[in-house]
């Protein structure tokens, strides 16, 4: 079955550069979550976008924003890196009619040097 | 906003025996349980879930039983394997509006099954 998609899997930055991670949900699902896991936490909320508008807002940053595309697709767009942002950044999807069950992707490991 | 416990943060059992990992919740409106199992370098796998409308569900090894009145739920591993090894966590859902539920994770559970 197809997963969620997750590009790039790896990115190294240096502090105050710029990021984009991007999320393709699984075929037909329309609501996507972010999610920000750093060494040895649980997953921390972010944002998550339902039919290409946002639906929630989490713990994000304002120098984070994200959007969800005609597509269904995502992407999280990190400005000013610091030091602190580096993590393991996960999108989820789910299906509204099913919408209780999120899968996850297989993250984006963030490296902020 | 909700709040999730989770015991214990380790666990080392010998191959064969059950694990049990504990969580509790603060917000009666949460209403989706589901639990997760996260192996190195991976994303979260969605391994089991049980809803407020139900106590107890099972599927092979793996059982989830809900305590609404105590707001506690639990993960039962029976006849575990070296490959139940991993971080589980367990969260909870409360319904935030237009079609996004908002998970809140307990702390995660370091499971170690030995040969």
């Known amino acids: 079955a197809a997963g969620v998609i997750q590009s790039p899997r790896h990115l190294i930055k240096e502090k105050r550069e710029t990021a984009t991670l991007k999320c393709y949900p699984i075929p037909r699902h329309d609501t996507v979550y972010w999610y920000q896991q750093g060494p040895g936490q649980d997953p921390q909320f972010l944002i998550s976008?339902?039919?290409?508008?946002?639906?929630d807002k989490g713990s994000i940053p304002d120098r984070f924003s994200a959007q969800q595309f005609s597509d269904y697709h995502s992407e999280l767009n990190m400005s000013s890196l610091e030091l602190g942002d580096s993590a393991l950044y996960f999108c989820?999807?789910?299906?509204?009619?099913?919408?209780?069950?999120?899968?996850f992707g297989p993250g984006t490991r963030l490296t902020v040097t | 906003g909700e709040n999730v416990e989770q015991h214990p943060s380790t666990l080392s059992v010998q191959e064969g025996d059950s694990a049990v990992i504990k969580c509790t919740y603060s917000d009666s409106a949460s209403n989706y349980f589901p639990w997760y199992k996260q192996e190195l370098g991976k994303g979260p796998q969605l391994i089991i879930d049980i809803r407020s409308n139900v106590g107890e569900k099972k599927d092979q090894r793996i059982a989830v039983t809900l305590n609404k009145t105590a707001k506690h739920f639990s993960l039962h591993i029976t006849e575990t394997q070296p490959e139940d090894s991993a971080v589980y966590f367990c969260?909870?859902?409360?319904?935030?509006?237009?079609?996004?539920?908002?998970?809140?994770f307990g702390k995660g559970t370091k499971l170690s099954v030995i040969p």
């Open positions: 989820a999807s789910s299906y509204r009619d099913r919408g209780l069950e999120q899968y």
């Open positions: 976008f339902y039919e290409k508008m946002q639906s």
């Open positions: 969260a909870a859902t409360s319904y935030s509006g237009a079609g996004s539920y908002q998970l809140t």
